[in-house]
């Protein structure tokens, strides 16, 4: 498998416009990100990184660096530091660890789906189960994305057949990077981190909850919770433009980015 980490752009150049950088998510792909780009419009240069964490690797890249550094070897890769960097759910925790650490500069930060674990209580065996129990359903989840526009009653089926052998194909290295990045949410360093945070949630999001994403929230020092009814996990695919909206409403104009701390329905 191949284990690289670099941007690809998304549309034609426009280096005349504020820059947007976009991380993918586990096992999902740099193109994904393709109709959230198209809604920005003319108005960005956008780019995303294709990250080794993409559909189908074998997980050797979690020996080589951490997910945030993958992260920052793609952001090097371009001409300058973006003016807006937005991940979704895996993606989501290692742009903001990059973020914390100092590894990219980028202007703001917007995380769609992220992770979060508060530092305590300590996790226990139980935590490990419902992890486990999430992560399967996320599976199944991005399976169901990738039929989606199928009438084939047999689509439940192929989503069990399919998310079956995904899953063993993921097998325990692939839920251990989630499961430690879950874990190490509520240790990053973000007391000085000094740009503005939107998080984006959702009710039918299995795997998070709106308490978990106030408390992210509230751990970050400029930071606002969008929340919203009728997003699910990968809410970037299913509702692209009104993420769009909501990025475009969260860093326009990129030079007077400010965050209430209030949350949206």
């Not at 034609?12 to 991380?23: C, T």
């Not at 998080?199 to 400029?222: F, I, K, Q, Y």
């Not at 990129?254 to 209030?262: C, I, K, N």
Request: proline fraction near 7%.
């Amino acid at each position: 498998m191949s284990t690289t980490s670099r941007p690809r752009r998304l549309g034609e150049a426009r280096p005349d416009r504020p820059l947007v950088a976009f991380v993918h998510g586990l096992e999902d792909d740099w193109r994904s990100w393709r109709a959230v780009a198209g809604a920005l419009g003319e108005s960005w240069d956008a780019i995303a990184l294709d990250l080794p964490w993409r559909a189908g690797n074998d997980y050797d890249w979690r020996w080589s660096a951490s997910p945030a550094s993958w992260a920052a070897t793609a952001l090097a890769q371009l001409d300058r530091e973006p003016d807006l960097l937005v991940g979704h759910s895996f993606g989501a925790n290692a742009a903001l660890e990059a973020a914390a650490r100092g590894y990219t500069a980028a202007a703001a930060l917007a995380m769609v789906m992220p992770f979060y674990r508060p530092p305590v209580p300590r996790p226990t065996w139980r935590t490990w189960h419902r992890c486990r129990v999430a992560f399967e359903e996320q599976m199944r989840e991005a399976v169901r994305v990738r039929l989606a526009g199928r009438r084939d009653r047999l689509v439940d089926e192929i989503v069990e057949s399919m998310t079956g052998k995904v899953f063993d194909r993921i097998g325990l290295p692939g839920f251990l990077s989630v499961f430690e990045q879950y874990l190490s949410s509520g240790h990053l360093p973000v007391a000085t981190l000094g740009v503005p945070v939107l998080v984006v949630g959702g009710e039918r999001d299995p795997s998070t909850s709106r308490e978990g994403m106030a408390e992210l929230t509230a751990a970050l020092p400029n930071a606002a919770l969008s929340w919203h009814a009728e997003f699910d996990h990968f809410c970037h695919i299913r509702h692209a433009g009104h993420v769009a909206e909501l990025l475009s409403r969260f860093a326009a104009p990129p030079a007077e980015h400010t965050v209430e701390r209030s949350e949206q329905r």
